[in-house]
Structures are given as structure tokens and as C-alpha cells.
């Protein structure tokens, strides 16, 4: 089944040690996207690749960056992790931007 | 800034109709969508609604839009407990690249 996939399920890293979670996707979708849910709030777009093109959002912290090495995979890097980055990370991926999101299960982010 | 907007809680019991609902201040939304998320899960996308429509109709789910007050709602007919979950709207534009913007999410609770 064509589907989104993301790695770790759940991470546990300690404050300010660099981490990176990983997506992927066999449906072949040109844009994926990186949201950040924390506990009992909406998931919060962070950025998003259409192609190989890189959308950051005004609002994200320069400690969050991601890459994009192939259509398939999109990485999200926490340089300097703090205690509020601890969240729910969330891909999703869209055949164009005007099109419906389909999301991978999420990456339980615990910072210790 | 754009803002969607949902009531926190709503409790049925099986079998009953749910109405959950959804205002939004965005008027050039293009795109409507509903995500349910099970506990420590990522997100299902449910069913979406252009703007140009009023009605949608999928299953046990009816989608209502009331472009003129922003209003959207999601009709489940005979709940049962596996549809118990969290809601979540969300709005996009063309505008916006795709970006979801999300309410805080409904949660439902189905008592047998």
C-alpha cells in the first residue's frame, strides 16, 4: 500500500543534542510537509518542500531545519534541542500544493 | 492571521447522530477538510469539501458548508465507539501554498 512512513515511532534525545527524524513516502507526492504538534494543541506547520524547492514558515525557530535528498525522503533536523521542542512531529506529503495531505503516524519527540 | 476554530468536547452515545463544528475567519478558504486522530496516531484524513459546495455526503459522514458564516460541520449518523477520536478542521488556501491551518481539535467520546 502506498503510504507515508516515519522513523523513529518515538525518540528520546537529551537537551541540545542534535537529532533527526525521518519521513518517507511511496505515493510519489511532489510536496512534503513538517508540522509540529504539541500535547492537546493543532498540529503547527513548521515547513514544507514542493519539489526541491524549501518553504520555511516565519514563525520557525532557526533551531529546526529538514532536507530533501529525493522525491522519497525528507529529513527534520533539531539542532540544539530544548525542553518545548518535546512534540508530536508529524509529515505529511500532497500531490500539489492544492491537493489533500496524507500524514505518516508521527515521531513522539521526548527531550530529557 | 487566519483562525479555525472548534468546540473541545462532545460526548454521544452509540448510535446516536454527532455534529461537530467548525468556524474559520479565512474568506478566501479554497478547501475544507476533516482528520480524525486515535490516540497516539498521526492523522486520517476523513473528507474534504471544496468552497464552491454546500454538501457532502460519504457513508456515515455528511460534510455541511456555510460559506456566508464560515461554518463547517462534520455529521457522523450511528456513532459507535471506534469513532471515538480527536477532530480536527482545517482550512486552506491556493494562496498559502497548501499550508493546513488547523483548529484545536473536538474531542469525541462514544459511551456504549
Known amino acids: 500500500d502506498a503510504m507515508v512512513i516515519q522513523n523513529p515511532r518515538y525518540q528520546v534525545t537529551q537537551f541540545g543534542k542534535p537529532v533527526t527524524l525521518s519521513c518517507s513516502q511511496t505515493l510519489n507526492h511532489n510536496v512534503m510537509y513538517w508540522y509540529q504538534q504539541k500535547s492537546s494543541q493543532a498540529p503547527k506547520l513548521l515547513f514544507h518542500y514542493y519539489d526541491k524547492d524549501f518553504n520555511n514558515e516565519a514563525d520557525t525557530p532557526d533551531n529546526f531545519q529538514s532536507r530533501r535528498p529525493n522525491t522519497s525522503f525528507c529529513f527534520l533536523d533539531i539542532r540544539s534541542p530544548g525542553l518545548g521542542d518535546a512534540a508530536m512531529y508529524l509529515c505529511?506529503?500532497?500531490?500539489?500544493?492544492?491537493?489533500?495531505?496524507?500524514f505518516g503516524p508521527g515521531t513522539r519527540l521526548t527531550v530529557t | 492571521g487566519e483562525d479555525v476554530e472548534q468546540s473541545l468536547f462532545l460526548s454521544v452515545r452509540e448510535g446516536d447522530s454527532s455534529v461537530i463544528n467548525c468556524t474559520y475567519t479565512?474568506?478566501?478558504?479554497?478547501?475544507l477538510y476533516w482528520y480524525k486522530q486515535e490516540p497516539g496516531a498521526g492523522l486520517q484524513l476523513l473528507t474534504y469539501?471544496?468552497?464552491?459546495?454546500d454538501m457532502k455526503q460519504d457513508q456515515r459522514l455528511t460534510v455541511l458548508l456555510n460559506k456566508k458564516d464560515k461554518h463547517l460541520s462534520l455529521r457522523i449518523a450511528d456513532t459507535q465507539t471506534g469513532d471515538s477520536a480527536i477532530y480536527f478542521c482545517a482550512e486552506s488556501n491556493n494562496n498559502q501554498g497548501g499550508k493546513l491551518i488547523f483548529g484545536q481539535g473536538t474531542e469525541l467520546s462514544v459511551k456504549p
Open positions: 469539501i471544496f468552497s464552491n459546495m
Open positions: 479565512d474568506s478566501s478558504s479554497t478547501y
Open positions: 505529511a506529503t500532497s500531490r500539489g500544493s492544492a491537493w489533500e495531505q496524507y
